[in-house]
């Protein structure tokens, strides 16, 4: 089983288009992530949920939303995708901040 | 906030050779230090880490360094094999406080073990 698994792994869209990404983790653990990584590999934090509770909102465009239904879920939302929003997203959980983290295998997103 | 620098950002090595990669952190608070391993269209895996309440760390051919007075870390990889070649990724973060888990990535080694 999949510790941290993402849905879709490739999306490919239209500028102002809405999407979503799920994320789910059958680790027990209680913070979940969404990060995204750049065209030169750079890592950035954007949320974090612990216990369905917001903890971390970088400064992010709030065309970007994140909902955790329960704390094994991490949903991203985007609205009105701009060609700048190609990347890949990585979800992420960990039991004890930020010890443990394990990775899902993230969702290359392009938006043409 | 936290700023996490790493070099160098290409690394080639033949099988066999030692591979070591510096980062430096800016928040003296920091006190977490983990190191990832990216292979291709892979998520990152954590592979060693290193409290600051330890100066050394080693796990088979890898090990961690840690020097808070100076605040840098390194990463060192004995023996390379084919199959060590990957991104390496440093990071930090404060446990407890207000991080709640953040990690501060650097920018990644792009390290290359050729047979």
């Known amino acids: 089983d999949t510790a941290v698994s993402q849905t879709p792994k490739y999306l490919v869209t239209q500028m102002g288009n809405d999407k979503s990404i799920k994320c789910e983790q059958n680790?027990?653990?209680?913070?979940m992530y969404w990060y995204k990584q750049d065209s030169k590999k750079f890592l950035k934090i954007m949320f974090s949920?612990?216990?369905?509770?917001?903890?971390i909102n970088e400064t992010v465009p709030n065309r970007f939303s994140p909902k955790s239904p329960d704390k094994a879920h991490l949903n991203l939302h985007i609205n009105s995708l701009e060609l700048g929003d190609s990347a890949v997203y990585f979800c992420?959980?960990?039991?004890?901040?930020?010890?443990?983290?394990?990775f899902g295998s993230g969702t290359r997103l392009t938006v043409v | 906030g936290e700023n996490v620098e790493q070099h160098p950002s290409t690394l080639s090595v033949q099988e066999g050779d030692s591979a070591v990669i510096k980062c430096t952190y800016s928040d003296s608070a920091s006190n977490y230090f983990p190191w990832y391993k990216q292979e291709l269209g892979k998520g990152p895996q954590l592979i060693i880490d290193?409290?600051?309440?330890?100066g050394e760390k080693k796990d088979q051919r890898i090990a961690v360094t840690l020097n808070k007075t100076a605040k840098h870390f390194s990463l060192h990889i004995t023996e390379t094999q084919p199959e060590d070649s990957a991104v390496y990724f440093c990071a930090a973060s404060m446990i407890g406080g207000t991080s709640y888990g953040k990690l501060t990535f650097g920018q990644g080694t792009i390290l290359t073990v050729h047979p």
């Open positions: 680790l027990g653990h209680d913070t």
């Open positions: 290193i409290r600051s309440n330890v």
């Open positions: 992420a959980s960990s039991q004890y901040g930020a010890y443990g983290y394990t």
């Open positions: 949920y612990n216990n369905k509770e917001l903890i």
